[in-house]
């Protein structure tokens, strides 16, 4: 089981987010996290724990080991308020965390 | 580029069988290690993952739900098929499909589709 926290984050333009995601048993590196717009596709962001997918600015950081996980957004943009989501593709069935939204 | 496309119908009634298809192209289902999963996403809940095929014709499937579901591929039309039998109105959710390569993490998602299931 993937647990997000908090479920909503209300921030400002500029500012540093953390969001968190924990696993009721270790993962390893095998860990996932996605950002999702309304209506929208999820889009990889973060991968193995902490390196960014193709395209994805370096103000999105991940970090964690084992059961505890990070994603950081330093100097959040416009285009940053959306929701993310935590997955681990560490053994079947492949979960997800329940998210957290990102809003203004 | 890696592209991926889920098609089906939008309404459902309860207790009928769901097929939907993804057709995706930037990859072949024939290479080595690809793989294409199905995800939905019910209004207000996390997502949840269904199934997932791989070149070598080996399919995982959740637990609460394989009794239920079906997936195949054809490669000859690049596409993924899944079948979901006895529809409640608690399936009503959005359907992605998504590709993975060996036992990874999804890279592309399709845009979804979504089923309403209702009488």
């Known amino acids: 089981v993937m647990t997000q926290s908090p479920a909503t984050l209300s921030v400002s333009p500029g500012e540093r987010v953390t969001l968190s995601c924990r696993a009721s048993q270790s993962v390893y590196n095998n860990l996932a996290w996605y950002q999702q717009k309304f209506g929208q596709a999820p889009r990889l962001l973060i991968y193995?724990?902490?390196t960014r997918a193709t395209g994805i600015p370096a103000r999105f950081g991940g970090s964690g080991s084992g059961t505890e996980f990070t994603l950081t957004i330093s100097g959040l943009q416009s285009e940053d308020f959306a929701a993310y989501y935590c997955q681990q593709y560490n053994s079947w069935p492949l979960t997800f965390g329940a998210g957290t939204k990102v809003e203004i | 580029q890696i592209t991926l496309k889920e098609s089906g119908p939008t309404l459902v009634k309860p207790t009928e069988t769901l097929t939907l298809t993804c057709t995706f192209s930037?990859?072949?289902?024939?290479?080595?290690?690809?793989?294409v999963g199905w995800i939905r996403q019910s209004p207000g809940e996390a997502h949840e993952w269904l199934a997932l095929i791989y070149w070598n014709d080996e399919t995982r499937y959740s637990p609460s739900l394989e009794s239920r579901l079906t997936i195949t591929k054809d490669n000859s039309k690049n596409e993924v098929v899944l079948t979901m039998t006895n529809l409640d109105p608690v399936d009503t959710a959005t359907y992605f499909c998504a590709h993975r390569r060996g036992h990874s993490f999804f890279d592309t998602w399709g845009q979804g589709t979504l089923v309403s299931v209702s009488s």
């Open positions: 193995g724990i902490s």
């Open positions: 930037g990859f072949s289902l024939s290479t080595t290690l690809e793989g």
